[in-house]
């Protein structure tokens, strides 16, 4: 079983950064494709953004390209999102995602939900405008 504990959400305006940690329990962090989603009130959870196991490989929501930055340090258990230029739509829960442990070769994330087995209870990140 893995435990995911995002923080770094919080109420900021337009235009401001903010960046989301998630750390995770285990020894197999490595392991594992991790990902951002995020849930606005009343929509369905989105895929925001993905990174593969050794970090060379991520992917964007298109609406968070060249604003957003998901990044991981292996070492820590943990991955981040930088949110640059924020803006009224991005508000949201945003909840880091876990793949179970796969040791197979290759570089690659998943962007669907149901592609993901372990997730943290979410952040909520408010954008004033």
């Known amino acids: 079983q893995v435990q995911l504990l995002e923080s770094g959400g919080g109420l900021v305006q337009a235009g401001d950064s903010l960046r989301l940690s998630c750390v995770a329990s285990g020894r197999t962090f490595s392991n594992r494709v991790m990902g951002w989603f995020r849930q606005a009130p009343g929509k369905e959870r989105k895929f925001v953004a993905g990174i593969s196991r050794s970090g060379g490989n991520t992917g964007y929501e298109e609406s968070v390209k060249g604003r957003f930055t998901i990044s991981r340090d292996n070492a820590k258990n943990t991955v981040y999102l930088q949110m640059n230029s924020l803006k009224s739509e991005d508000t949201a829960v945003y909840y880091c995602?876990?793949?179970?442990?796969?040791?197979?070769?290759?570089?690659?994330?998943?962007?669907?939900?149901?592609?993901?087995?372990?997730w943290g209870q979410g952040t909520q990140v408010t954008v004033s405008s």
């Open positions: 995602a876990a793949r179970r442990s796969e040791y197979f070769s290759g570089n690659y994330y998943y962007t669907e939900v149901n592609e993901y087995h372990y």
